[in-house]
């Protein structure tokens, strides 16, 4: 019986993504407060922000929490988690690093 616990973990995981790529663009003074996540997403791509692989893992990672929130299955839940995870964790890595610190 699934009780939506792995549906609730990405979902968990999609807002520290949101919220980390939030952060980041105030950091780079781009007026982001409030745009669509898609629309974000995009935005930090055409900056610089997000390499291409980093890019397309979004949108599909996207796509997936949009399936969840309105209340379908996501197939392939479990490889979203891990590309999600994957980049959350590049991207602390990259905007972390001395070059991005004010």
Known sequence: M???ENEAAYLILWIA?????RFHA????LPVDRLAPSILIRQLYSQGELSLA???TAISCQEVRNRIVHG???SGLRDAVARLGTVVRELLEQWSAPSCRE
Do not use: P, T, Y
């Open 2 to 4: 699934n009780l939506g």
């Open 17 to 21: 993504f949101e919220r980390i790529m």
């Open 26 to 29: 105030r950091r780079v003074a």
């Open 54 to 56: 980093q890019f397309d």
């Open 72 to 74: 379908f299955r996501a």
